[in-house]
Nanobody
Framework: QVQLVESGGGLVQPGGSLRLSCTAS????????MGWFRRAAGKQRELVAI???????NYGDSVKGRFTISRDNAKNTVYLQMNSLKPEDTAVYYC??????????????WGQGTQVTVSS
């Protein structure tokens, strides 16, 4: 079992910043891609950003240039720095981690979700 614990959500004014964190724990042999998704009220879940174990990051079009994803492999943690926040960024943000529990068993884990509200 792999557990994810998210933190950092909250209420912020338009133009403000927030930093989300997500730490994975449990039976982890290796971690490949780590990412963030979000779901706004009445909308489908969408990709925010993803960072593989190697190679370049990938961002949703609506957050390019404003959000930055990073990871600390020693801590099994992924971060999402969100700047220049807009009301349309309001959503529940979910962390996603993919990897292996042992050399022969892969896993995909999801965080519990953290609410981000951008409002004046």
């Amino acid at each position: 079992q792999v557990q994810l614990v998210e933190s950092g959500g909250g209420l912020v004014q338009p133009g403000g910043s927030l930093r989300l964190s997500c730490t994975a724990s449990g039976k982890i042999f290796s971690i490949s891609a780590m990412g963030w998704f979000r779901r706004a009220a009445g909308k489908q879940r969408e990709l925010v950003a993803i960072i593989p174990s190697g190679g370049s990051t990938n961002y949703g079009d609506s957050v390019k240039g404003r959000f930055t994803i990073s990871r600390d492999n020693a801590k099994n943690t992924v971060y999402l720095q969100m700047n220049s926040l807009k009301p349309e960024d309001t959503a529940v943000y979910y962390c996603n981690v993919n990897g292996n529990s042992d050399p022969a068993r892969s896993f995909t884990a999801w965080g519990q979700g953290t609410q981000v509200t951008v409002s004046s």
